[in-house]
């Protein structure tokens, strides 16, 4: 049972460089989320896909994109890394029922020099 | 205006006794959930309680319940009979059932169980 995957867990980029963070959930999951957490400021949603074939945007999207491949699968791209970037990324699932809480990922942890 | 706020950035409590962390939350929308996280200093974000906004009665997890006050707007975690393990950050986090599929958290409690 391996819920919410997560690649890599752990990243260092130099500025201006790009990847893109992996998440695959095996749960059958309709809606998929991408938050960062910064120390004191909580999560904060980048971007979600409430089903496959829709993306929008949350509270800091600026500076990613996503793709949300297929029903199992939500990626993150940084097309140009900055150090504001640096920060511990978080991909979460859920099934379409709003009772049913999120099931996260074990983070990736992201550092921008 | 912040959708989950919560006034308490750290706490601390006596082994074995009680300790309840603050939440209140914003919203509109007559149908929401609320849902309480632990996350300990490994990182992961472990699911603790949630609270329907139409559920007649408070919901309770084992150690965890939930004080919910719906026209106060406040879905309190309180945790019985604390343990060093219970030492985390706890994140409360609401969804609107009517208006999408996000979640909002709020900044968190840093809970310190002391022996």
């Known amino acids: 049972n391996a819920g919410v995957t997560q690649t890599p867990k752990f990243q260092v980029l130099k500025t201006g460089q790009s990847m893109t963070l992996q998440c695959a959930q095996d749960m059958n999951h309709n809606s998929m989320y991408w938050y960062r957490q910064d120390p004191g400021m909580g999560l904060r949603l980048i971007y979600y896909s409430a089903s496959e074939g829709t993306t929008d945007k949350g509270e800091v999207p600026n500076g990613y994109n996503v793709s949300r491949l297929n029903k199992r699968e939500f990626s993150l791209r940084l097309e140009s890394a900055a150090p504001s970037q640096t920060s511990v990324y978080f991909c979460?699932?859920?099934?379409?029922?709003?009772?049913?809480?999120?099931?996260f990922g074990d983070g990736t942890r992201l550092s921008i020099l | 205006a912040q959708k989950i706020t919560q006034t308490q950035p750290g706490m601390f409590v006596q082994e074995k006794e009680a300790v309840t962390l603050d939440c209140t939350y914003d919203?509109?929308?007559?149908?929401?959930?609320l849902f309480w996280y632990k996350q300990p200093s490994s990182g992961e974000m472990i699911f603790l309680i949630y609270q329907g906004s139409y559920d007649q009665q408070n919901a309770t997890e084992g150690r965890y319940s939930l004080n919910f006050q719906k026209a106060r707007k406040s879905a309190n975690l309180v945790i019985s009979a604390s343990q060093l393990g219970d030492s985390a950050m706890y994140f409360c986090a609401m969804r609107e059932f009517n208006t999408g599929n996000q979640f909002y958290f709020g900044t968190g409690t840093s809970l310190t169980v002391i022996p």
């Open positions: 979460a699932s859920t099934p379409q029922e709003g009772n049913q809480p999120q099931h």
């Open positions: 919203t509109s929308d007559p149908s929401y959930g």
